[in-house]
Each structure stands twice: as C-alpha cells, then as structure tokens.
C-alpha cells in the first residue's frame, strides 16, 4: 500500500464515520452532498478531498461536492459547515492542527 492510498483510506474512515454514527437508513443519499474545503482550490487539501469525493460517489449514490471556501485560515468553511443545516449533508474536509 502506498503513502496515497493509505492517506485516501484513512480519509474515507474519517468521512465516513459520521455517516455511519447517524443511524440513517438507505434513503440517506437522497441528493448531492457537499463537501466544503475551506482552503483554495489546487492545494493538497483540495486534492485529497475530490480524491474521497471520487470514492464516495459510487458508493453513495449521489454525486459529493467539492465547495472550497477559503479564508481566515479555514475559519471561514469551518463556520460555513457549523451553520449548515445538521442533516448530514454538508461535510467539512478538515485535517489536524
């Protein structure tokens, strides 16, 4: 396995998770999900997350959405995603401080 793959695993666990921890039933995917970067687009964050993106479609069966929101040093997406309607849909692409 190699450092990508690992990386793109460890990160389909991670979103994965929450969606797991709701309870919900198949009629989850119902529509697109967005998944909100909060630094700009080409950065490695970015990258990373249109790979997961790219894996969870399939699965899912509804396209995820990449939505970069940059600025104030990720404060901005993060904040975004807190306000966002708690139904699962909306999902922040965070990593460790």
Do not use: C, H, K, W
Not at 64 to 84: H, K, S, T, Y
């Amino acid at each position: 396995m190699t450092r990508r793959d690992a990386l793109l695993a460890s990160a389909l666990a991670g979103l994965a998770r929450p969606l797991a921890a709701q309870g919900q039933s198949e009629a989850f995917a119902s529509r697109p999900i967005r998944l909100v970067v909060p630094f700009p687009a080409g950065g490695i964050s970015d990258v990373l997350a249109r790979a997961v993106a790219d894996a969870l479609t399939p699965r899912l069966g509804q396209p995820v959405v990449i939505d970069n929101r940059p600025g104030a040093g990720g404060n901005l997406g993060a904040e975004f995603v807190a306000r966002a309607t708690p139904d699962g849909y909306t999902l922040l692409a965070a990593g460790p401080p």
